[in-house]
Every structure is written in C-alpha cells, then in structure tokens.
C-alpha cells in the first residue's frame, strides 16, 4: 500500500460505522464498527500502519457513535415527541437561525417566514426548532432559550432527540458570547455596505465571503444550481485557502518566518470559523481549506492525503451527523480529487503543450466536477453539462471578490465610506459571477435530468468508470467515437425535423410555474407576446418565456394581486421589455399593490387599470375585458379572487376565456351579465378548484381546458369532481403539473394541443395555510407515516422540490387534435371505457391518462 494512504483504510471505517448508527440503530455501529477492525486488520496485516489505524479508530469510533445514538433514541423527549406531546425545553443555540423561504400564495407574502435552529438541551440531548423567522432571527449560538411548542420525532440520519414547533417568541434569553456578537458585527457590516451595489450583487457578497444567504433572490439560487455553481453560495474550503493564502503571502512578502506565517494563518482560520457561525459545514469547510492550504504551500502531495483522511476521522468523531450529510462527501471527494487527480491531469496537459498556467485552471475543475457528479446526481437528480465552463469562468474572480469582501467587513467598524468603495471594487468581480451563472443556466440543456438517489449515483459512477476505462483502450477508444458521430447524424436530423418547441403556429400556452398561473398570448409578431400573470416565482416564467422566444411583452395583466399571480413580475420587468402593466379594480393586498407600483416604477413601466368592456388589439390577438362586473367586496382571499380580471382573447386558435382565479361569485356575476361566455380554450378558474358552477362551466362550453396547478399541493387542485364535469361536457383536461408547459395552436379542424411535457414542478402553496406551514413533515425533519393526512408544508416546496433539470426533462411533444362539437358525448368517460377495447389509436393517449379519439 502508498505510504500516503495509511489512514485512508481507518477513515473509511469510522465513515461506515457512523452511517450504520445513523440510518440503523445504535447496536449496528457496534457491529460495524468492530466488524471494520477484524476485517481490517485482517485484510491489511501486510501493511501494519494500515492495520493499526483501522484496528484502533473503529473500535473507538463504535463506542462513541453507539453510545450517542443509544442516548439519542431512548431520550425522555423521543417517547413524548411520538405523542406530540406539548412542553417546554430550555437549550442552548448551536448554530445561527437557518431561514426558511416559501412562496407566496395568496395574500401571504413569500420570502422567509420560519427558520430552523439546531440546540443542545440543558439536560443532554440534541434539538431541532422550527420557530417564526420575525421572533427568532437575530439570535445567536451560543445564548440560552426556553421555548415551548409541540413535539415531533426526527427523522434517521442525525442524533436528534426530538422536533420542536415553536409559535411564539424566546423566553428568558441569556447574552450572546462576545466573540458572536463581534462576528455579527462584521455580518452586519458587510450586509449594510453591500447595499452600494445592485440588489443581486448585494445579496450574493456576503454569501460569498460568510456564506450569509439570507439576501440572495431565489432567481439566482436556481440559476447558480443549474450551471453547477452552488458551491459559491455556501462557505467552502475554497474561502478559506484564499484568505489564508492571501495572509501568508502577505506575510512573506514581509519576511516573516515559518512559524509566524503558520500562526498568521491558524489566525485568520480560526477567525474566518467564528465570522461565518460554528456549524457543521463551517467546521468541515474549516478542515477541508486547511488540508488544501497545506498541499499548495508545501506542494507536497504526500502530505495533503494522510492530513485529508485524518480530517474525516476528527470531523465525523466531533459530529458524526456528517457522515450522512452529502455536503460532508461533496467536500471530501472535491478534496481528493483536487489533491490525487488534478495534479497528474495538469502535468498531462503540459506534456501535450498546454500553458502552464491554463493546463492547472483546466484540470482542477475538470476533476472536481467528474468526481463529485454521482453524489451531485444523487442527490439532485440532474448532471449539470456546463459546470466545467462556469466554474473555469468565475474561477479568476471569486478569490478577488472573497479578499476584498472580508476587507470591506473589517472596514465597515472603522469608516464605513471606505468599505463603501472597496464594495463597489469588488463589485465587478460579483457581477460576473451572476452574469456567468445566468448565462450558463440559460443555454438549453445546461442539466440534464438524471435518477436520483444512490440508484442514480451509482449508475453515474459506473458510467464515469467505463468512460475512463474506455479512453485506456485504443481500439474500444476508436470504436466509441465512431458510435457518438454516428448518434449525432441520427439524432441532430431527427430533431430538426420532429416538432420543436416552441412549436410553430402557437397561440396560447400555459406555462407550468408550480402552484400559479402564467398564460402567453401570442401576436402575429415572432417575439413579441402578451402575458397574463407571472406565477409565483421568477425562474419558471422566465424560463418559459425564454423557451418560447419572447423578448417583447407589451402588456402584462395581473388578473388579481395574489402571491402566486405576481410572484414573477420583478423578474419579467428586469428582463424583457414591458410597455404596461394592467390591474384590475382590487388592490388587494396592500403588501402587493405596493410592490407591483414599486417594481413596475423601478422598471420605468406604467401601470394602467383595466374595466369591463376594454378592448386592446395587437396584429392577430384581441382582448375583450368582461369582468368583474361589479367592485371589490372586500380583502379576503375569496373576495380578491372573485375580483379577478377576466378577458376573452381572439387567437389564432380561436376564442380563449382567462378567468384568473374566479369562484362561486364571480362566476355567477359573469353569467348574470348576460355575456357571451362561449369559448375554445377555457382557462380554468382558481387552479381547478371546486368552485366552479356547472352553470358557469356549461355557458363556456370548452373544447380545450387548461389547468395550472402545482404537483403535490395540498389543496386537493384540481378538483376530480370538476375535472369529470370538464370531460363529461367533451373538453380535452390538461394539466401543467402532468403535461408541463401546454400549447394551444390552430389546426384544420379546430384546436391542436401540444405538451411540451413534464412532471412534479413544485409542491403547491395556497392561500390559508397559517397551521400546515409549520408542518415538520414538510421539512423532512419527521417521518411522513407518523403524521395523518397527506399534505405537505409550504416550506417542502422550497427544499424538497424537484431540480430544474427536473423540470427541463427531455422534451416530450404529443399533438392531439381536438374533436368539434359533434365528437362531444355527455357521457364521454375522461379514460375511456373499462369494458370496451378503444378505436385505434387510442392506446398512446391512454397511457398519458387521456381521452380516447381526441
């Protein structure tokens, strides 16, 4: 065996017993753990120092790990968190509140409303709360709470005794440590003196330096995730080895000696662990920087793999929670491979004549990447293909940035307009990281959908494997290359001439953004199209906007100002050009009204108000205004959605009724109008909700029924009672959390669909949803079978969501034509008879869960 690879054996082995006690029970630590040594010992006998290694730190960490796991699950909380039982618990904060960001829906706001604190209770025993971000968001580890709320069992994977649900403020809070409150000082600082810069800069600086993500826009979190960036927006080892490096560089330009630079370093190391808050991934970060400090100041390699086995074996002894945090296996594997590959593949590229200087650029991230992509997959279900390209592309800004970020907090308790102007330095450096990160995530296919879990991380990792192993053969090597150039004639012609999407001729298309609603009303002008609504969030209306090639929007309706109607305005008036904004007569809630006129005068955009009996027209498409009717009947949900807007557009496809979020009401003020209500393409009220009349839905007398609706919500939408009536009066349902984004398109006969297709988005948010939004199911935290009923909280959507790769799955098209009046049976079943073989053709439509003969 290397010499180097000694304790590798020893760290493998605490690594696997910590796993058992996790995701089993405290006896199969035991068993694993002392099992690990024989074997070990055993196996390794030739190499003593191997053998001793594993001998001695599994057996131990078996006795550690067993003996916390055994504590963890018979504590006196554990039996009464399965009753859900109330108390009152006093602890002690181990790291900074953790907050929590959902959607807005309805009359709620999004944005954080619930953080997490992880805590060590007086008596022994670790805990997790879920408590109002507005009551519980300034604290700090360190300070001593007493709190009371209802009990909850964890999940496996972590020694935590108990959830705790807090609903009202900390009682009895001690005074923060001095070295906290000084770290929140500079936190502070550097957020205040962040805001010299734009809003995203100013968000993404300080995540950068002390991995505070508290300002980031969501638009920029999934677009860094999807171009593999996310690692910029956590602290890592990368933050440490630059500051360190700065430092002992520093230092020796001053001459210093070995010792001196060494403690300089030790100093900013242990400084930079109490700026950014003694977490776990702080603490791991703070390792992992140090074992890659170490192999580039010394340039021996030798060292850097004993110092990086050693540091699994302290970290996962401290916190063996970490052996089961993917974080955790990100950073170890991103640090072998810095350390084992890049070297070689560096010296490779030199030796075929690269620069110097670009053959180390090139290899760190290429290595990095390839071996961190099966946990990467693993756990997000998508390989993203341009991580390479965006990570070479930030990689000459992000240590400028770091160095001047920590600067400018430094600066800010002495003379604030100084660290002001080092801000805007530095703000260059930032920009680029959003510019690449936008534009990374922007090229079509940048992730591509991948299985998850360890099925998908495995079947990664055996593709790299082979891939690798193929390169070594020379005649396989030929053979491969023959098979890749043969797949890209066959595939490029294929989809060039298949259907792409957009497809051409659309009219309509309802854009899947989760729980919401985004409808695009095409012009006879390629790029140009008018938008009603702009969901909850801003990267899907973007990113569905930009599949379908819209630059120019020369109006965008608000059909009423609930969260999840306005959510992506922001974003929309940012990027693409707007020429109004239009509202109905409701300006409620205040909340948005507020925000719509701030967002639209910041985009130099005029906001207009739209009646009952407008007309606006565009070269091919018209919008006749047919509602509501009557005023506003006050600010309750039911009230604001009874006062949406309500349009009837002339398409190319035909007549399209847009109802916005309609109820029982509103639908009966339309039909007491005596208005004409027909229509080709019935934009379904309130995500399918069962408000509808059967008068109203009557009237419409829809061929086409488009329902935008979010996977998984917890609002039973669309309502099966509602969706039989649809199919029963001959309308074609579709539904963008099953279909994706869905077109409407004019065809000889009548209207054509097209679904892009899709899958899970989003796990639906909603309006009323004060108790489920503090559900410890929704986190993950507690185990799904122990709480009745089916619904999620508002927070699951925001952390367990599918990726976007997810979302941009292979394109599936499926065009159906949509039969007229005289193919409409009121008895027509929505999946056809069970007791009768379908006509031919059928059988595709069937497996999507589709009519029959449409």
Not at 457 to 467: E, I, K, M, Q, S
Not at 486 to 508: C, D, E, I, T, Y
Not at 812 to 839: E, I, K, M, T, Y
Request: hydrophobic content about 50%; proline content about 7%; charged content about 15%.
């Amino acid at each position: 065996m290397n010499p180097r690879a000694h304790l590798v054996p020893a760290a493998l082995a605490v690594w696997a017993t910590a796993l058992a006690g996790l995701l089993w029970a405290w006896w199969a630590a035991l068993l694993v753990g002392f099992a690990a040594a024989v074997l070990g010992g055993l196996a390794l006998r030739r190499w003593r120092p191997a053998a001793v290694a594993v001998a001695v730190a599994a057996p131990v960490a078996a006795c550690w790990i067993g003996v916390q796991a055994h504590a963890a699950a018979h504590h006196p909380l554990r039996a009464a968190a399965e009753g859900g039982a109330l108390t009152t618990v006093r602890f002690e904060l181990d790291n900074r509140p953790h907050g929590l960001r959902s959607s807005g829906f309805g009359s709620r706001a999004g944005g954080v409303d619930l953080v997490l604190v992880r805590g060590t209770l007086d008596g022994g025993g670790r805990l997790v709360v879920l408590a109002p971000a507005a009551r519980w968001k300034d604290l700090l580890p360190g300070q001593r709470v007493t709190a009371r709320g209802s009990l909850a069992p964890p999940l496996g994977g972590e020694l935590t005794v108990a959830v705790l649900r807090v609903r009202g403020p900390p009682q009895e809070v001690t005074e923060a440590p001095v070295w906290q409150r000084a770290a929140e000082d500079l936190r502070a600082g550097l957020r205040g003196v962040s805001t010299s810069l734009d809003p995203e800069p100013a968000g993404l600086l300080p995540a950068l330096v002390v991995g505070d993500t508290s300002g980031i826009p969501p638009r920029v979190v999934e677009e860094f995730r999807t171009a593999g960036l996310a690692h910029v927006l956590a602290v890592s080892g990368a933050n440490l080895a630059i500051l360190c490096g700065a430092v002992l560089l520093l230092l020796r330009l001053l001459r210093v000696g070995p010792r001196g630079c060494a403690a300089g370093a030790m100093a900013v190391l242990v400084g930079f662990v109490v700026l950014a808050g003694p977490e776990p991934s702080v603490l791991r970060a703070a390792v992992m920087g140090a074992v890659a400090l170490l192999a580039l100041v010394l340039g021996r390699e030798r060292s850097a793999l004993p110092a990086l086995a050693a540091s699994v074996v302290v970290l996962v002894l401290y916190a063996p929670e970490l052996a089961a945090d993917p974080g955790f296996g990100l950073s170890v594997v991103a640090t072998a491979a810095l350390v084992l590959l890049a070297p070689r593949w560096a010296a490779a590229l030199r030796e075929r004549g690269v620069p110097v200087g670009f053959a180390e650029a090139l290899a760190v991230p290429v290595a990095a990447n390839l071996a961190t992509a099966p946990l990467v997959a693993g756990v997000s279900g998508q390989v993203s293909l341009v991580a390479v390209l965006a990570n070479l592309l930030v990689a000459p800004v992000v240590a400028p940035a770091t160095v001047l970020g920590v600067l400018a907090a430094l600066l800010a308790q002495v003379y604030e307009p100084t660290a002001r102007l080092i801000v805007e330095v530095a703000g260059p450096a930032v920009g680029w990281l959003i510019a690449v990160g936008r534009h990374a995530a922007a090229v079509p296919g940048a992730a591509v959908a991948w299985p998850g879990g360890w099925v998908g991380g495995v079947l990664l990792a055996g593709v790299l494997v082979l891939g690798y192993a193929v390169t070594r053969l020379r005649r396989l090597r030929t053979l491969v290359v023959a098979v890749v150039v043969g797949a890209v004639v066959v595939v490029v012609p294929l989809n060039v001439l298949s259907p792409g999407w957009p497809v051409p001729g659309w009219s309509v298309v309802a854009c899947d953004v989760g729980q919401g609603d985004a409808v695009v009303l095409a012009t006879a002008e390629r790029d140009r199209a008018v938008l009603v609504d702009t969901g909850p969030d801003p990267v899907p209306v973007l990113s569905c906007l930009r599949r379908l090639g819209v630059r120019r929007i020369p109006l965008v309706v608000l059909s009423h100002l609930h969260a999840d109607h306005v959510g992506g305005l922001a974003a929309v008036l940012a990027e693409r050009g707007v020429g109004a904004v239009a509202v109905g007569p409701s300006r409620q809630p205040d909340w948005a009204w507020e925000e719509v006129r701030e967002r639209a005068r910041t985009a130099g955009v005029r906001v207009v108000e739209l009646g009952t009996g407008q007309r606006l027209s565009w070269p091919g498409l018209e919008l006749e205004v047919l509602g509501p009717r009557t005023a506003p009947a006050g600010g309750t949900n039911t009230a604001v959605n009874d006062a949406s807007l309500v349009l009837r557009a002339s398409t190319a496809a035909g007549r399209v009724l847009l109802t916005g979020d309609i109820e029982l009401a509103g639908q009966a003020d339309l039909l007491g109008g005596h208005a004409d209500l027909r229509a080709d393409v019935l934009k379904v009220p309130h995500h399918g909700s069962r408000y509808s009349s059967p008068a109203f839905l009557a009237e419409v007398r829809p061929r086409v029924a488009l329902v935008s609706v979010g996977a998984g919500n917890r609002y039973g939408h669309p309502s099966e009672v509602l969706l039989d009536a649809l199919t029963r009066s001959g309308a074609l349902v579709l539904r963008t959390d099953r279909d994706g984004d869905t077109a409407v398109l004019t065809g000889p006969d009548g209207p054509r669909v097209v679904r892009r297709g899709g899958g899970p988005h989003d796990n639906g948010q909603g309006e009323n949803d004060d108790e489920r939004r503090l559900d410890p199911i929704a986190l993950r935290l507690v185990p799904a079978r122990r709480q009745p009923g089916g619904g999620v909280g508002a927070v699951a959507a925001r952390l367990h969501r599918p990726p976007l790769a997810a979302r941009r799955a292979a394109t599936r098209f499926h065009l159906l034509r949509v039969r007229g009046p005289a193919g409409r049976r009121a008895g027509h079943s929505r999946q056809g008879h069970r007791d009768r073989g379908d006509p031919p053709g059928a059988g595709p439509l069937r497996r999507h869960g589709l009519p029959a003969g449409r």
